[in-house]
């Protein structure tokens, strides 16, 4: 099946840093999404981008399909930044089932 | 419009007891999908309805676990005996089409065997 690496693992940031999370896949795709889980275990969507750039306030998203990454930027981060964040994949000859990366532990300091 | 909504929040259950999960869709959403990580490790799929039909259920773990969806509205996840390595949060997920559309996610069941 597809693999899905994220990076980095962990990453302590202070308030008011920039920072890019990146999603590598070992296949083709027809579908991937980036979340966030925030403290109380949530997941909530932050983009739909199997391809292209998206911007949703002070988080921006890139997915070059062709060479089978994906990054996530992060602007201006703030302490409700925190939480794990996810990239999933649904790779094309897979039906519509998501792999999910391992996430990025995201630890924004006041 | 409703998100999906999951019930119980949390379940607390002794080794060898059965417990039973729910998920509600996004309303006219046709596609739902069970998901769990278990032992912090990553989220992992286990199967998809489209309807009331199972289209994929290559991720169910074993025969312990029963998904049902009657009349393609809300499911339910049983797990019949639960054992220790059951414990972990089940997710549930509902798309309104197949293979190119966003999947929104429930907040979880918090599932705890003792």
């Known amino acids: 099946g597809i693999q899905v690496e994220q990076s980095p693992p962990d990453l302590i940031l202070q308030e008011g840093a920039n920072s890019t999370l990146r999603c590598n896949f070992s296949?083709?795709?027809?579908?991937l999404q980036w979340f966030h889980q925030n403290p109380w275990g949530q997941l909530i969507n932050l983009f739909y981008?199997?391809?292209g750039t998206k911007q949703n306030g002070r988080l921006s998203a890139t997915t070059v399909a062709t060479e089978r990454y994906s990054l996530l930027y992060i602007s201006s981060s703030q302490t409700t930044d925190s939480g794990v964040y996810f990239c999933?994949?649904?790779?094309?000859?897979?039906?519509?089932?998501?792999?999910f990366g391992e996430g990025t532990q995201l630890t924004v300091n006041p | 419009e409703a998100g999906v909504t999951q019930f119980p929040s949390h379940s607390v259950i002794e080794k060898g007891q059965t417990v039973t999960l729910r998920c509600d869709p996004i309303?006219?959403?046709?596609?739902l999908y069970w998901y769990r990580r278990v032992m912090g490790k990553e989220i992992k799929f286990l199967l998809h309805?489209?309807?009331?039909?199972?289209?994929?259920e290559s991720g169910m773990p074993n025969n312990r676990f029963l998904a049902e969806r009657t009349g393609g509205t809300y499911s339910t996840l049983k797990v019949q005996p639960a054992e220790l390595e059951d414990s972990g949060v089940y997710f549930c997920?509902?798309?309104?089409?197949?293979?190119?559309?966003?999947?929104?996610f429930g907040p979880g069941t918090r599932l705890t065997v003792l």
């Open positions: 997920a509902s798309s309104p089409r197949w293979g190119t559309d966003t999947q929104y």
């Open positions: 296949d083709s795709v027809n579908n």
């Open positions: 981008i199997p391809s």
């Open positions: 999933a994949v649904d790779e094309e000859t897979s039906g519509s089932r998501l792999t």
């Open positions: 309303s006219g959403h046709d596609n």
């Open positions: 309805f489209v309807k009331e039909s199972k289209q994929d």
